[in-house]
């Protein structure tokens, strides 16, 4: 291939590369991508972000009148996921940057369907992340010989949330926590671990699907807070009032509101960092 655009940024240290693709003609492979996302002989990230105008991208083509812009997202290994909070943060910043979109107020797309994210003056950026299901049954999460009751929580994509007492107790987590029932998460799942701060205010390590233990997790956050609050026996939908939890992880802080009708937002910073082109043919 030849020498590839990039751009890294990151959202609360959950760090990604950036590929601007606008017409969809750059096929990047799932070894391609994790080569990218090595952090010793590549750029390094968490994840990749592949900007594609909507309309040139099969998955994305029937949102193209409503949001111009798709995020492909794939994870550090190549795979590929329905949805990044952190990431549509850093996409919408880019987006701006480039010139590609003119105002604070835009969609995106991405395969969780369309996102619309605000870009505050401070530097600060509120994505609706879409209600988060909370679906029934016992999932368990273990790591070692220890294991915890968990709570499956859907964002767009799946993740399994367990309390702890302290965020210690997950461990190294250099292997995915073991998670029970193995039918209940088929195309695999973000595990969060969660303690608690204070009032409305946890803290959260997290291990995400085809990418490791991470700095932060966006859609993680959401699941913890909506997990949190019903555990609290908070629900926006029987008080009729939004609740806001804070979510603190290992790269900064997330700010998470529920309203009563099921909407989740998300609020936190976005950076870019740099700007680069890879060499010729080293990809
Ligand atoms: N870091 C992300 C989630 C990225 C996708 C995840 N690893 C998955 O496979 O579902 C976020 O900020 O939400």
Known sequence: MNALHFLKGHGTENDFVIVPDAEGVIEL???DVAKLCDRRAGIGGDGLLRVVRSAAHPEAREMAAEAEWFMDYRNSDGSVAEMCGNGSRVFALYLRRAGLVEAGDLAIATRAGIRRVHLAKDGDVTVG????RLIDGDVTVS??????PARHVNMGNPHAVAFIDDLDEAGDLFRAPGVAPAGAYPDGVNVEF???????????RVHERGSGETRSCGTGACAVAVASARRD??????TGRPETYTVDVPGGRLVITEHPDGAVEMTGPAVIVAEGRTEDGWL
């Open 143 to 148: 790591v070692g010989d220890r294991s915890w």
């Open 194 to 204: 969660v303690v608690d701060r204070g009032p409305r205010h946890v803290a959260m």
């Open 129 to 132: 992340m879409g209600a988060a």
């Open 29 to 31: 492979s799932a070894a």
């Open 233 to 238: 026996g908070v629900d926006p939908a029987v």
